[in-house]
C-alpha cells in the first residue's frame, strides 16, 4: 500500500511538472501536421523545412516593416543564444520582398549576431503555415508536427517563455 501511494505520488509530480503555456501561446491537444514550406537563406541557398526534421524549431514569421517583429526580434536572439544548438533552431523566416538587403540591414541595426537569415520573398509561406497575423510563431517538435503557435509578439527570452519552450527541447 506504502508503496503504490508513493509511486502515485512520484506520478502525479511528473505529470504537474509540466511548465504551462505562457499567456496568449495555444498548444494543440494533438500535434498538427505543417507544410513543408521552402525558402532560402541569404546567400540564395534553397531549404525547406522538413530539413529541421530531428530538432524542435520555433519558427517565427515576420517582415522588416512589421512594428511587433521588429521589436520582438532582439528577444528572439537571445533565445537562439540561450537554447540554440543541434536539438534546437530559432527559425527567423522573413517574408519581405526587398529580400536579403532589407533583412540583414535590419539585422545589422539592432545587433542580431545569433539568428540566421531565412528569406521567403513570395510569401507564400505564410499563407500556407496560416500566418494571417504578423507575428506568428510556430512551435515544431523534432516529428515536424506543430506542437502549438502564439499569433502576435511575445517576449521570447522572459524566464516563463524560457522554461516552458525547455520542456520541448530537452
Known amino acids: ?19 504551462a503555456a505562457p499567456q496568449g501561446f495555444a498548444v494543440h491537444e ?20 522538413d530539413e529541421f526534421r530531428g530538432r524542435v524549431v520555433l519558427l517565427n514569421v515576420w517582415a522588416t516593416w512589421c512594428v511587433p517583429c521588429r521589436e520582438e526580434m532582439p528577444t528572439l536572439d537571445a533565445l537562439e543564444a540561450e537554447l540554440g544548438g543541434p536539438g534546437f533552431e530559432v527559425l527567423a523566416l522573413s517574408i519581405d ?9 535590419f ?3 539592432i545587433g542580431i549576431s545569433r539568428l540566421i537569415m531565412y528569406l521567403d ?15 506568428t510563431t510556430l512551435l515544431i517538435g ?4 506543430e506542437i502549438g503557435r502564439l499569433v502576435g509578439p511575445a517576449d521570447w527570452n522572459d524566464p516563463e517563455m524560457v522554461a516552458f519552450l525547455r520542456q520541448y527541447v530537452q
Open 30 to 49: 494533438t500535434p498538427q501536421e505543417v507544410a513543408n514550406v521552402s525558402f532560402v537563406t541569404a546567400d540564395g541557398s534553397s531549404m525547406t523545412l
Open 121 to 135: 520573398t513570395t510569401m507564400r509561406s505564410a499563407t500556407a503555415l496560416r500566418a494571417f497575423g504578423l507575428p
Open 142 to 145: 523534432r516529428d515536424g508536427r
Open 97 to 105: 520582398r526587398g529580400g536579403a538587403g532589407v533583412v540583414q540591414r
Open 107 to 109: 539585422f545589422d541595426e
Open 1 to 19: 500500500m506504502k508503496r503504490s501511494i508513493l509511486a502515485l505520488a512520484a506520478w502525479f509530480v511528473t505529470v504537474t511538472a509540466a511548465v
